[in-house]
């Protein structure tokens, strides 16, 4: 009488490998297009809420805060000329300024290139002018 021993034959087992590589080959770039989706969804977002207390600083103080004073006078009273009179602590609810979805910081200028105020996302690859999710967001 024969005994088998249980077990799988080394064509069975790379048998399984193939299938599994195929598989991740094929979902793997649509879940990682999807989550470049999301980054680039929050960091849009990101950017309308920062220029909303923005706007809320200008209508308080009459300006925008300045390149200089950047978007961290929305956290604390910048110290330097041009000073808000009548500024307004929770011009942001939250002790630090928010990163993009890539954990970088927004870049803030004022006055801006397109608007009164850019606010800026180099994207995924943190350099300027890229393409696809590479591309700078920008606020409206």
Not at 16 to 24: D, P, S
Not at 34 to 43: H, I, Y
Not at 66 to 77: D, P, Y
Not at 117 to 137: M, P, R
């Amino acid at each position: 009488m024969s005994r088998r021993h249980g077990g799988f034959t080394l064509v069975e087992i790379m048998v399984v490998v193939v299938i599994i590589g195929l598989l991740a080959g094929i979902v793997g770039p649509r879940i990682l297009d999807q989550l470049n989706e999301a980054k680039v969804k929050t960091t849009g977002t990101q950017i309308a809420n920062l220029g909303q207390s923005l706007e809320l600083f200008h209508l308080d103080n009459g300006f925008f805060p300045t390149t200089a004073q950047g978007l961290k006078a929305l956290i604390e009273k910048p110290n330097i000329p041009p000073e808000p009179k009548n500024y307004k602590r929770g011009y942001l609810n939250t002790s630090e300024l928010p990163k993009d979805g890539w954990g970088n910081d927004f870049i803030y200028r004022c006055p801006g290139e397109r608007n009164d105020y850019d606010i800026i996302s180099l994207g995924a690859d943190a350099k300027e002018d890229g393409e696809g999710f590479n591309a700078d967001i920008i606020n409206k």
